[in-house]
């Protein structure tokens, strides 16, 4: 699988969007990337998901370059219970496809 | 709808005992997925159940650790003789179909 880059952290205002980089540039053509996230004492929770388009659910988009070497998750108007680790996750979509995490983005919301 | 559960919440256990930790899946989600977080370190898969059988258990660390499905549902992962180094929270995550997958809340292990 390929391996992802993010930074260590980030800060954002509370009412402001949030945009959380991630490099991939060894994604395979058909590697898809995945975001979750962990909010601190709980599980990791699925956000998003993308393979080429752009995408949008009710918590975030997700914007993925041309080349798809690199991602960009977007919280519209982040909130203080947003603060959380972010996990950019790239792999196949398929059964047994486990999740290699990395250190992730710690993205601290503040007011 | 109800999402993964797990239990107990909370286990703190001596040195060389036995322990069981319980992953109750989201309903219809053929694969399950156990994970392990110690402090301050990243998730690590430990295995893959897909149905009942488990043709991924590259990430059990060591033959004290085990894991069983039945019924396609409940799974349960039992670790033998309890070593400190086994402390950590254990995540189960449940999916349809091998796409995404949604976490339970996690069994903390404290080992003394």
């Known amino acids: 699988d390929a391996k992802t880059t993010q930074p260590p952290s980030m800060d954002c205002a509370e009412g402001r969007a949030a945009n959380l980089p991630c490099n991939h540039s060894t994604i395979s053509g058909n590697e898809y990337v995945y975001w979750y996230r962990q909010i601190h004492s709980q599980g990791p929770q699925y956000i998003i998901h993308g393979l080429k388009n752009n995408e949008t659910n009710e918590m975030a988009s997700l914007i993925i370059t041309e080349d798809r070497k690199s991602s960009t998750l977007i919280l519209p108007h982040a909130t203080l219970r947003d603060t959380a680790v972010y996990y950019c996750?790239?792999?196949?979509?398929?059964?047994?496809?486990?999740?290699?995490f990395g250190a992730g983005t710690i993205l601290r919301v503040k007011s | 709808g109800a999402g993964v559960s797990q239990s107990p919440s909370n286990k703190v256990t001596e040195k060389g005992k036995d322990v069981e930790l319980r992953c109750d899946p989201i309903s219809g989600h053929t694969a399950l997925y156990w994970y392990r977080q110690s402090l301050g370190q990243g998730l690590e898969f430990l295995i893959y159940?897909?149905?009942?059988?488990?043709?991924?258990k590259s990430g059990l660390p060591s033959d004290r650790f085990s894991a069983e499905r039945t019924g396609g549902s409940v799974s349960t992962l039992t670790i033998q003789r309890t070593q400190q180094e086994d402390s950590a929270v254990y995540l189960c995550?449940?999916?349809?179909?091998?796409?995404?997958?949604?976490f339970g809340p996690g069994t903390r292990l404290t080992v003394t």
């Open positions: 159940f897909q149905g009942n059988s488990a043709p991924d």
């Open positions: 996750i790239v792999g196949f979509r398929e059964y047994g496809n486990k999740l290699v």
């Open positions: 995550a449940s999916s349809l179909q091998g796409y995404e997958q949604y």
